[in-house]
């Protein structure tokens, strides 16, 4: 089985949700088939290749403005399906929207089956941004994109052979967008050997790529609602944040607010997760199975989490991570974990358990095999 992969991000460097299931993905998918990848953007081929084990291309390429939500040019799309023909490539997989756009779907019969990763739930990004909107027209903006992207990615849900999602709660969102999209579960995972469990710190974490919106939006969310409603007991500990790109914004905030330190981008996590006692988790926006909460499990962090910052996620609440949703709710079971170490350390370990019982990246993209050995008995 020949697979030609084309995603708009480049698999390394691993520094984002995105990125890290890419990469582990292609790397599982290499060990098992023939794989060649192509990225979307400009970069350098060679090392990518190189620290990849495959073939890997870079062709940068940009969307157009037009009625669709993402358009390109034929160029484009013959690019992709040259690329994939040279390969001699049996199956096409496509790396969320921006990818299957690019194959020119779904506007075209592709001349091969299609498997679309994170590729159909993009659109509730634009709704959630429209609940949080600060003005009327920023909401209808965003209210128009989401109306502009649903309609699109429902119609990439039938023409894919198969839609890859995170979890079981978007196999249900799914069959409400396209009931007759054919749908398989391959979660996110932790290379659990990489993150390990250490004593606990005494500062409170948040990893996550800033340049994504609901990323930013959560660490000013904890910073102006969360940490202000702390007991003075706890109003020394430092809000310690790693992630790329924070924007001039989240600078700021750091001026203005000592207990808030930006790490920028931090090549080993382990580290920073070892100077944590909690990790917090105050997503209001986003998408998908959160691989920032399942590392600090697996760094035997305590979590405390919005209900949607850990969604897809397969827990018991109060047993590996902790839940609450207003600012006064959080802050208080921030203070409980911080009062009792006993049980802070109870539910790192439960949480730890968890994710080498279930989300071990090997496990969670195990079902990726079924689908290419059952398009291989189809397709010889």
Same mark, same amino acid.
């Given at each position: 089985m020949r697979i030609a992969l084309v995603t708009p991000v480049p698999p390394l460097p691993a520094d984002s949700g995105t990125r890290i299931r890419l990469n582990q993905i292609i790397r599982f998918l290499s060990r098992r088939y023939e794989i060649a990848v192509l990225v979307l953007l400009a970069g350098d081929a060679a090392s990518v290749s190189r620290q990849l084990g495959v073939p890997v291309t870079f062709h940068p390429v940009k969307a157009r403005r037009g009625v669709r939500p993402i358009t390109f040019d034929e160029a484009t799309t013959r690019a992709v399906w040259q690329f994939a023909a040279e390969w001699k490539a049996d199956v096409l997989q496509v790396a969320m929207p921006f990818a299957a756009a690019a194959a020119g779907l779904p506007h075209m019969q592709p001349p091969l089956p299609v498997i679309l990763d994170e590729g159909c739930f993009h659109h509730l990004r634009f709704l959630r941004e429209a609940r949080w909107a600060p003005t009327v027209a920023t909401r209808a903006r965003a209210l128009l994109r989401w109306w502009r992207l649903r309609r699109f990615e429902r119609q990439?849900? &039938? $023409? !894919?052979? &198969? %839609? %890859? $999602? %995170?979890?079981?709660?978007? $196999? !249900?969102?799914?069959?409400?967008?396209?009931?007759t999209a054919r749908v398989v579960v391959v979660p996110n995972g932790v290379d659990t050997n990489a993150v390990y469990p250490s004593p606990p710190g005494d500062a409170l974490l948040f990893v996550g790529l800033l340049s994504y919106a609901p990323n930013r939006d959560a660490v000013r969310f904890f910073v102006t609602e969360i940490l202000p409603r702390l007991s003075p007991a706890f109003r020394d500990l430092e809000f310690l944040v790693a992630g790329n790109d924070p924007g001039s914004d989240l600078e700021d905030l750091a001026r203005k607010e000592p207990r808030l330190r930006l790490l920028g981008f931090v090549p080993d996590l382990q580290p920073v997760y070892n100077r944590a006692a909690v990790f917090v988790n105050p997503m209001r926006g986003g998408m998908g199975t959160r691989l920032k909460v399942l590392e600090a499990m697996a760094a035997g962090?305590? %979590? $405390?989490? &919005?209900?949607? /910052? !850990?969604? /897809?996620?397969?827990?018991?609440? /109060?047993?590996?991570?902790?839940?609450?949703?207003?600012?006064?709710?959080? !802050?208080?079971t921030i203070q409980g974990l911080l009062a009792d170490a006993d049980r802070a350390c109870e539910i790192g370990r439960a949480g730890r358990a968890l994710v080498e019982a279930r989300y071990r990246w090997e496990t969670c993209l195990a079902p990726f095999e079924k689908v290419y050995k059952e398009l291989s008995f189809r397709h010889g």
């Open positions: 990439l849900a &039938t $023409v !894919a052979h &198969t %839609v %890859v $999602v %995170v979890s079981e709660d978007e $196999v !249900a969102m799914l069959r409400q967008l396209e009931p962090k305590p %979590v $405390v989490s &919005t209900t949607l /910052g !850990a969604e /897809g996620l397969d827990f018991t609440p /109060g047993r590996e991570l902790l839940l609450a949703d207003s600012p006064a709710a959080f !802050a208080e």
